[in-house]
């Protein structure tokens, strides 16, 4: 794993990074890579949040020459807790705490000033307290008699104390830190917190950059966890009756969002409906902007106008639950019988849900399509994309899918589930002129492989639509998501930011 290679004493931009750059290829690391390496002029630090060390490897990237500083944390390592001691606490303790964990949860209230500044989780209540203080525990039995008796102690125990203790965890990172001029996190969540409280310690501007709405793909993540276990038996539940481990978690991360929503100086979305979304969690309208993504056009439009003589359909993402991939193999199970000469290629990484990938696997094997369905792991887009005739994505949750706009650029068009910016992406929706401009794709439902399949077949087997889609989607992609247009966004904004100057003492 890398170890800290830079420390700079002064940085312009910090980027808190949970659970991408540099170590998980493609997505928010992609975008976060291209945003330090297209904006040269500004020097980067990453501050980068995982669950445990070991499930790491290298850098999955060349540090560019302007990333000058590097540091992480890892929130779930409990090797790392202190040693447990006898601590007795005090009341005064108690209702700071309390008062943290209600707010967190539920909502209620504000959150007391003391907590939002590093020094409360290193000087006043300690990691050690929040841990192995008698008062705390006491509470905790308390709340689990008054809420949670009909779980196991030890499942309620450690749901709250690894969410919660994720917090102290992230603070510490807080006291090692270079001159910074401004925080930027791409999510909500754990980094949306540590950039909070970074703002709010240091007195800095904190940007917030949401690539998808991260309290719903948090919540979808764990409303599937088999992790989470429900113990109650299944005759005494009520119909209606939830998993009250989930729901902490979700309620818990929705905290982390509300809170970082108040906090942010700036609030940036990738496109309007998610704006909207944002507005509807609490965002403050005034604080909010859409920055699309953007794209090389010019490094792409090379292989625009290759003739796809094979009927390729692609899928690039992540081999996980959120990206459907089961419904893809599905939909090609059912294409195949219409089309014979059909290739399906699933191209990405692989490493974060090996049972997930097993599953698809052997899916493909059930189904006899061996000779159809071929996983390709991490490739280089472009390779890929010239032999494509079909880019496709079939997840249940997305923000603005780079990939899209990549296809986009290289003259393919897309079929995708109606999934964050995937309908303003291939039916337009920046404005009316992009709307004009018409389709250069099919937007699906969830979860539906005979509606993909239609879709497929019908794209695959009339060469004038496919040509039509094709020439929509090279305009629109030059007109509105170019990544000149990208990074004069960013460059406006950081500079505007970086006016306060120096601001940490």
Request: charged letters at 25%; proline letters at 4%; aromatic letters at 12%.
């Amino acid at each position: 794993m890398m170890d800290p290679f830079k420390k700079s004493e002064e940085i312009d931009i910090m980027i808190i990074a949970e659970g991408t750059f540099p170590y998980i290829k493609g997505g928010v690391s992609t975008w976060i890579y291209q945003l330090i390496t297209g904006l040269e002029e500004f020097t980067f630090g990453i501050i980068f949040i995982g669950s445990r060390p070991e499930d790491y490897g290298d850098s999955a990237y060349e540090i560019p020459n302007n990333l000058v500083f590097f540091d992480k944390s890892f929130i779930f390592d409990t090797t790392s807790y202190p040693e447990p001691k006898k601590i007795r606490g005090n009341k005064n303790d108690l209702k700071i705490v309390n008062e943290l964990h209600q707010w967190l949860i539920n909502h209620k209230g504000t959150l007391p000033d003391k907590a939002k500044t590093v020094d409360f989780y290193i000087k006043d209540i300690t990691e050690e307290k929040f841990l192995y203080s008698k008062i705390f525990f006491n509470r905790m039995v308390e709340m689990y008699s008054l809420k949670a008796n009909d779980i196991p102690f030890i499942d309620y125990i450690w749901t709250i104390r690894n969410s919660h203790a994720a917090i102290w965890k992230l603070t510490k990172i807080g006291t090692k830190l270079p001159k910074v001029k401004l925080f930027h996190s791409p999510s909500t969540g754990y980094a949306g917190f540590l950039g909070s409280i970074l703002k709010y310690t240091y007195n800095n501007p904190f940007i917030l950059t949401e690539h998808g709405i991260y309290t719903r793909e948090r919540k979808i993540d764990l409303l599937t966890a088999e992790w989470i276990k429900y113990h109650k038996p299944l005759l005494l539940r009520e119909v209606t009756e939830e998993n009250y481990l989930k729901t902490v978690w979700i309620n818990f991360f929705e905290g982390l969002s509300y809170f970082t929503y108040h906090a942010a100086d700036k609030i940036i979305s990738l496109f309007n409906g998610a704006r909207n979304v944002q507005i509807e969690y609490g965002a403050d309208k005034i604080k909010t902007e859409v920055i699309p993504n953007g794209v090389d056009v010019d490094r792409l439009k090379k292989i625009s106008n290759i003739k796809r003589e094979k009927n390729i359909i692609t899928l690039i993402g992540r081999v996980v639950q959120i990206k459907d991939i089961k419904t893809f193999i599905r939909s090609i199970r059912i294409l195949s019988n219409k089309i014979t000469d059909v290739e399906a290629w699933i191209v990405g990484p692989e490493d974060e849900d090996p049972e997930y990938v097993k599953e698809c696997k052997d899916m493909v094997k059930t189904l006899s399509l061996e000779n159809t369905v071929k996983f390709l792991g991490f490739q280089k887009v472009d390779d890929i994309l010239s032999k494509t005739k079909i880019l496709t994505l079939t997840s249940i949750s997305e923000g603005m899918p780079l990939v899209i706009l990549e296809a986009f650029a290289a003259g393919v068009p897309v079929v995708a589930t109606d999934v964050g910016s995937c309908r303003e992406l291939i039916y337009g929706g920046m404005d009316n002129e992009d709307i004009k401009l018409g389709h250069a794709g099919v937007i699906t439902k969830i979860a539906n492989p005979s509606e993909l399949a239609d879709a497929y077949e019908k794209l695959l087997l009339d060469e004038e639509k496919w040509n039509n889609f094709s020439n929509v989607a090279l305009k629109r992609v030059n007109r509105y998501y170019s990544q000149k247009l990208f990074y004069d966004s960013y460059r406006r904004i950081y500079s505007e930011m970086m006016a306060y100057g120096w601001n940490r003492i």
